[in-house]
């Protein structure tokens, strides 16, 4: 069985999810690989910044 | 100006696709990455099959739960998530692969991996066929 910790599940997800929204979403290569990296960005971004969030609701 | 109804006609007529445009849809449904190998994009289609066969295995690999039937809404979305990973989730269900409930805390994570893999095949095999009708330019 594969257990990873909470953020490389997230690493994980993201980056399947980027490379596919990079390729359909955009026309061009250079262009999809920058919107890639964008959503990748802001997958892990956003979730670092909402787990902050939480923790700091909880104290 | 008799010319210009003619003309524009054959034009529209030469911009048709021929044959049937669905096939990329459906076998890009039935095997991730399969729609855009029919439609001549092989880096692309490698890449999606990449990904969305990894989302979906590590999904499995989690003891996620694979969704057999809707007793709930929550449920119902969950089995057409699945649905969207085609012949994967055939193969993952007559294996009896995946957990029948979540016992573990990465089952959680493993359930959404496999559902959003589903969802993304979707993705992908609605660009296969906008590519192959000429909706998406290249």
């Given at each position: ?22 390729i ?36 | ?35 855009h190998?029919?439609?001549?994009k092989w880096g692309r289609g490698l890449l999606l ?90």
């Amino acid at each position: 069985m594969f257990t990873p910790s909470h953020f490389s599940a997230l690493l994980l997800f993201a980056l399947c999810a980027s490379v596919v929204f990079g390729i359909t979403m955009r026309e061009t290569p250079q262009r999809m690989v920058r919107y890639g990296l964008y959503c990748f960005l802001l997958f892990v971004g956003s979730a670092v910044v909402l787990s902050w969030g939480m923790y700091l609701i909880a104290r | 100006m008799a010319a210009t109804p003619n003309s524009s006609s054959a034009t529209a007529k030469a911009a048709q696709p021929e044959g049937f445009v669905y096939l990329p849809l459906i076998v890009g449904w039935l095997v991730p990455g399969a729609g855009h190998f029919l439609v001549r994009k092989w880096g692309r289609g490698l890449l999606l099959a990449l990904a969305i066969l990894t989302m979906f295995v590590l999904g499995v690999a989690m003891q996620g739960k694979v969704y057999s039937s809707a007793h709930d809404i929550l449920d119902m979305l969950g089995l057409i998530g699945d649905l969207g990973s085609g012949a994967l989730y055939v193969v993952t269900r007559v294996l009896g692969l995946g957990a029948d409930s979540v016992q573990v805390t990465t089952g959680d994570y493993g359930t959404r991996f496999i559902v959003v893999a589903g969802l993304l095949n979707v993705i992908a095999a609605v660009d296969a066929h906008n590519l192959r009708t000429g909706r998406k330019p290249s």
